[in-house]
T-cell receptor
Framework: NAGVMQNPRHLVRRRGQEARLRCSPM?????VYWYRQLPEEGLKFMVY????????ESGMPKERFSAEFPKEGPSILRIQQVVRGDSAAYFC?????????????FGPGTRLTVL | GQQLNQNPQSMFIQEGEDVSMNCTSS?????WLWYKQDPGEGPVLLIA?????ELTSNGRLTAQFGITRKDSFLNISASIPSDVGIYFC??????????FGTGTSLTVIP
């Protein structure tokens, strides 16, 4: 039973380019979460999605960042016109979504470096 | 947003020693999770707690959900070198948004 998968594991972009990060949740999980982690810091919540719905995007920057979780395929975190400050590790987690069982399982992360 | 403070920020211990760390919140939580993160990897879930006062073990790890629901504790007994890593607590109210602590970095000296 595969865990949460993220790709790419490492992504290098120049300032102004777009970054697309993909996350495939664990089998049977319908809820996806994206977090950002800066070096030596904890995880900061960005967005929580269910299939075709954004449930909570209170942690997402208002500009340049967007996320989707389509009916088919992985969840995508998209960063437009990247800047150096976007360099970080981006982690995706998934959960079954049942209120009484909402443990989140993390993927290995995508490390974004903006040159 | 919610503030979760973890103590201590870092620990250096001898192999075989026991480890204690805690996490405190400014708000009440209904769920507490503890994760371990190795360098370059994603956090791995260690223990989940769902009820105030609950004490749960996973091998040499034991975690407790504080009675006030504003804190949680993680203990590691008889530490070994592979316990090295960063330990994060995470708390949630209703719904599925978790708030993560700042982490406790553990170094085990053989």
């Amino acid at each position: 039973n595969a865990g949460v998968m993220q790709n790419p594991r490492h992504l290098v972009r120049r300032r102004g380019q777009e970054a697309r990060l993909r996350c495939s949740p664990m089998k049977g999980h319908s809820h996806v979460y994206w977090y950002r982690q800066l070096p030596e810091e904890g995880l900061k919540f960005m967005v929580y999605l269910q299939k075709e719905n954004i449930i909570d995007e209170s942690g997402m920057p208002k500009e340049r960042f967007s996320a989707e979780f389509p009916k088919e395929g992985p969840s995508i975190l998209r960063i437009q016109q990247v800047v150096r400050g976007d360099s970080a590790a981006y982690f995706c987690a998934s959960s079954p979504g049942w209120v009484s069982y909402n443990e989140q399982f993390f993927g290995p992360g995508t490390r974004l470096t903006v040159l | 947003g919610q503030q979760l403070n973890q103590n201590p920020q870092s620990m250096f211990i001898q192999e075989g020693e026991d480890v204690s760390m805690n996490c405190t919140s400014s708000s009440i939580f209904n769920t507490w999770l503890w994760y371990k993160q190795d360098p370059g990897e994603g956090p791995v879930l260690l223990i989940a707690l769902y009820k105030a006062g609950e004490l749960t073990s996973n091998g040499r790890l034991t975690a407790q959900f504080g009675i006030t629901r504003k804190d949680s504790f993680l203990n590691i007994s008889a530490s070994i070198p592979s316990d090295v890593g960063i330990y994060f607590c995470a708390g949630a109210n209703t719904g599925n948004q978790f708030y993560f602590g700042t982490g406790t970095s553990l170094t085990v000296i053989p």
